[in-house]
């Protein structure tokens, strides 16, 4: 049975989904929900800012002062959580590190909230930009800030020496799904740390292949359905790269204690068929993950949100 389309659509669910007739590409926004996230923070008379999060990591802040009361913290990250997870990737590490603190926010929780709001409020109008390719391949980009707490949280909170994973899965070069969470585990070095982002990815995009690679008969494309879905899989840290093309069952000395517990998705690249998966080497700076993974300059920001949410 092939998948047809019968009709346009306008709108889903909240989201609003307009094609340009001209190039082809689909924008999806949200603007009521932001309308109604602006309304929430109190925030109607405050300027925007550029990026969504401050350059300093936001912390427990025990002593710090208490929330005023003026904003329902819960509510707002649950319309935030909603807002990310449809059309806005670029503050899923805000609305993420945010979240953190829902059952016990202090002042600079909310202000944290407030900045996400402000951002939103000059931004309004923009979404996720969807510009799909010609081929069908699957790229998923990922990246880990190692122990990104550490020189702000408290030194005996296991939570400051936690690292944290970004990632982002796009098929036809349209972002589908993204995650930016702290890590379960602590990682003792950068490349434990990576190569935990990259099984946590993987965990996530073989699923969804096989999801597509079952989809792919039903779906009108001119090409042959047993050469699509050939995925990429971006990763920046040369020691994690070196880690995951090493053949199944040998590890380095330094890696063993790691190998166990995340070396199980190896033996799928060497068994993936006629679709192949691979791991290669990206640059830092072309890393679209990197914004998923810790506060950026306003400059580094804007030119990594072009790359993931088209504009």
Known sequence: ???????????????????????????????????????????????????????????????????????????????????????????????????????????????????????????????LVLCPSNTLDIDCYVDADFAGLWPHEDKSDPSCVKSRTGFSICVANCPVIWSSKLQGDIATSTMEAEYSALSSAMRELLPFR?????????????????TVFCTTVHEDNAGALALAHLKPGCVTPRSKHYAVKLHWFRSKLVAAGPHPITIVKIATALQRADILTKALTKNKFMVIRKQFCGW
């Not at 300027?47 to 819960?74: C, E, F, I, Q, R």
């Not at 829902?102 to 996400?116: K, M, N, V, W």
């Not at 096989?210 to 047993?226: G, K, M, R, Y």
């Open 210 to 226: 096989e999801l597509l690679l079952a989809l792919a008969p039903s779906i009108s494309v001119n090409t042959d359905h047993s």
């Open 1 to 127: 049975m092939a998948l047809e389309v019968k009709a346009s659509v306008a709108g889903f669910l909240g989201v609003h989904i307009h094609r340009d007739q001209g190039d082809g590409s689909i924008k999806l926004t949200q603007k009521g929900l932001i309308l109604r996230i602006i309304a929430a923070l109190g925030i109607e008379s405050e300027p925007a800012v550029h990026t969504p999060a401050s350059a300093t990591p936001l912390v427990k802040d025990l002593d710090g002062d208490p929330p005023d009361g003026s904003v329902n913290y819960a509510s707002v990250i649950g319309m935030l959580g909603y807002l990310q997870s449809n059309s806005r990737p670029d503050i899923a590490f805000a609305v993420s590190s945010a979240a953190r603190f829902t059952h016990h926010p202090r002042r600079s929780h909310e202000i944290a909230l407030q900045r996400i709001g402000r951002y939103l409020k000059g931004t309004i109008e923009e979404g």
